[in-house]
């Protein structure tokens, strides 16, 4: 592990850089994917899983990745950013699992003639990356992960079930809100509640419930936690927040603790970890559970909060794509 919490960020993102081409996926059960591809098409494939699960969208996720040297594949998850159909839109969730989306992804693989390729993820793009890793392993040539997440009980419970509530109890207190408008027991499971009002009957008290749930991760993913505004609609916030609760419920569709278990099949795999000593989401105490299980990885814990897009994190990131994209050949 390398503790380096007192580091001056070294590198910053690349330019915004435009796609070169979009297109959508049919991925089977009515859902279709957006995809873009950006940078070299020429250059080492790389594909960008983004967080939540239900994130989605965003043009600075590109920028990780030099563009000269890569071709970026970044795609919306089903049912969330610009996919379809979206689940504001009361889309139907039970075929939007971990292993549909592993299957997404190997599809979209093929569907680019691509034989094997980078896998970038943060936070719940964390564990889709080792899920899909662990599954298709002979078509990853190295993972970049940040705030390293596995969706183990303890995980879920400490950020939604009261444990970060002693570190942001403004926050905490929003996100308590709609539960108590709908007279919630205070000792009930909080993910479980929640999913009451994000899938009941009541439209209004749905989208309320969505922003604060949405509200109380903006608000504790930085390392100075502040106001943020909400995300971009209130169909965004909806969408973000039915699906991370869907995927939350459900145990992210995962036995306890499978992805340290199974980690003996990516350990040949490079692999660059970046972890922010004070990420409140996604506490550094998995990370660390993750790397003694794979002692070849890379652990790398600087000062900062949870977001990619910390000073220190995104150094740590970029240097790591560029590494990688060092001595790559066309036939490598």
Known sequence: MVDGAAITPRRTLYPPVEPYRSFMLDVGEGNRLHVEECGNPQGKPAVFLHGGPG???????????????????VFDQRNCGASTPSAADGADLSANTTW???DDIERLR??????????????????LALAYAESHPGRVTELVLRGIFTLRRSELDWY???????IAPQWWESYLE???????????DKIAAYHDLLFGDDPE????????W????????????????LHDTPEHALTFARIENHYFVNAGFLREGQLIDEVDRVRHIPCVMVQGRYDLPC????????????????????LAGHSAFEPNITAELVEATDRFARDWQPNA
């Open 205 to 212: 008290l749905a989208q309320r419930a969505g922003n604060a």
């Open 110 to 127: 093929e569907h680019l003639g691509i034989e094997r390729w980078l896998v970038f993820g943060g936070s719940w793009g964390s564990t």
């Open 283 to 302: 506490p550094a105490r998995t990370a660390w559970d993750l790397s003694q299980a794979w002692p070849e990885a890379e652990l790398r814990v600087v």
């Open 160 to 166: 939604y079930n009261e444990g970060a509530s002693h």
């Open 214 to 229: 949405t509200h109380w991760e903006a608000a504790t993913s930085n390392l100075l936690f502040d106001e943020p505004a």
């Open 178 to 188: 709609p539960l108590r408008e709908a007279g919630v027991d205070p000792s009930a």
């Open 100 to 102: 549909h989306l592993v």
């Open 55 to 73: 994130g989605g969208g965003g043009i600075d996720r590109r920028r990780f990745f030099d563009p000269e040297r890569y071709r970026i594949i």
